[in-house]
């Protein structure tokens, strides 16, 4: 269903009781909501939770930003690294106020929060910045931000920024997830190949904005350290990190750990920067446990 949140259209789907504990997940850079599986979607409904899972701003089925432009991330990358202020065509804190904004929509006070990679960045805006609305916090495979954090290495980088072989092919930008999602994925716990594809296949179908992912990944490079906007969390909150996640190292689980008042961590040998099937059950437990202590 579309509803209107913070002033954006975003698709929204509610599984559930709704009298279940109200549990907003907040997915990633470039993914859509059917990046939480319907099977994980499923274990946390089957504990008590209502759960809600929705397209960001300007990815899948939810409003488009196109007016804005394509920027420049090479150029905000380096901006970046040199200590360079960096403009992006809308920030993090704007797509936490878009989750606020879902909350509001659905009649919801305060709910559990899970944010997996940017949806971590987000809900670590959320959880600060409106904090009566995040009863717990769930921060999967992300990060503060800290400039003395390890980064990716540059074959990791490079698959991040890489295109298409032939752009307006369909198969060949399946193609090309099929192999970042191969690079980054759990080396303890892999996918198997024809399920990956027939995932990416399905999100690829369902829509495909590049001109997005770059808007969203030069948002999280403006974004910034967020050391000390952390500081100003007060809520349960749970990381969960994988021991050999590549694109986002454990040494950012850890830190996030150290900064959060009431944080707890979950490092998890064998996975990497992914929601290995196996490990659903791993993450249903983390989420209600820390539901729990809230």
Known sequence: ??????????????????????????MGLGMQLVAWHEG???????????????????????????????????????RHVVGLGVRSP???????????GVLDALGIAGAHVCGASMGGMVAQHLAACHPKRVRSLTLMMTTSGA????????????????????????????????????????????TPPDV???RIARSV???????????????????????????RIRV????????????????AGRDLTMRIREARADLIEGMGHDLPEPLWPRFVDDVAAVAGRA
């Open 40 to 78: 994980l979607v499923a274990q946390w409904v089957a504990r008590g939770f209502r759960v809600i899972r929705f397209d960001n701003r300007d990815i899948g089925l939810s409003q488009r930003f196109d007016h804005l432009g394509v920027p420049n991330v090479a150029l905000g990358a380096l």
């Open 90 to 100: 809308y920030a993090i804190a704007d797509m936490a106020a878009d989750s606020a």
């Open 196 to 198: 990956l594809r027939e």
């Open 205 to 231: 179908r369902r829509s495909h904005r590049p001109a997005a992912v770059a808007r969203q990944l030069v948002a999280i490079v403006a974004d910034g350290d967020r050391s000390e906007l952390l500081e």
């Open 147 to 190: 400039r003395h954090l390890p980064q990716p290495n540059w074959r990791v980088q490079m698959a991040l920024l890489g295109r298409p072989a032939r752009p307006n092919d369909i198969d060949s930008v399946i193609d090309r997830y099929v192999q970042l999602f191969g690079l980054i994925g759990s080396p303890g716990w892999p």
């Open 1 to 26: 269903m579309q509803i209107t949140a913070n002033g954006v259209a975003l698709e929204v789907e509610d599984h559930g009781s709704p009298g279940g504990e109200p549990l907003l997940l907040i």
């Open 236 to 251: 349960p909150t749970q990381v969960i990190h994988g021991l050999a996640d590549p694109l986002i190292p454990v040494a």
